[in-house]
């Protein structure tokens, strides 16, 4: 049996919502990794005006120490209400 199937027999539904893994990012590093994000890329030294994944990877990992994998990045900027759109 799995961990999520003896947590759910366990605890039921509720108890899956609190199962896995912490946020490695605080409520105020997702402030200050947003804010960052709105100064735009110019003001953390890109040459261009435009965020890559790979650009906010590097802006989480400065600004928080956390290092996230693309996917994570994506899917942390869809979090916060950012789309992949110019």
């Not at 049996?1 to 899956?16: D, P, V």
């Not at 400065?62 to 994506?74: K, L, N």
């Amino acid at each position: 049996m799995s961990r999520w199937q003896a947590t759910l027999r366990t605890h039921g539904r509720a108890g899956l919502r609190r199962a896995g893994r912490p946020p490695a990012l605080t409520a105020a590093d997702l402030k200050r990794v947003e804010r960052a994000l709105k100064a735009g890329p110019e003001a953390q030294g890109s040459a261009t005006g435009l965020w890559t994944l790979a650009r906010v990877g590097k802006l989480i990992e400065a600004q928080c120490g956390v290092r996230y994998r693309t996917p994570g990045v994506w899917h942390l900027l869809r979090r916060l209400g950012w789309s992949g759109q110019r």
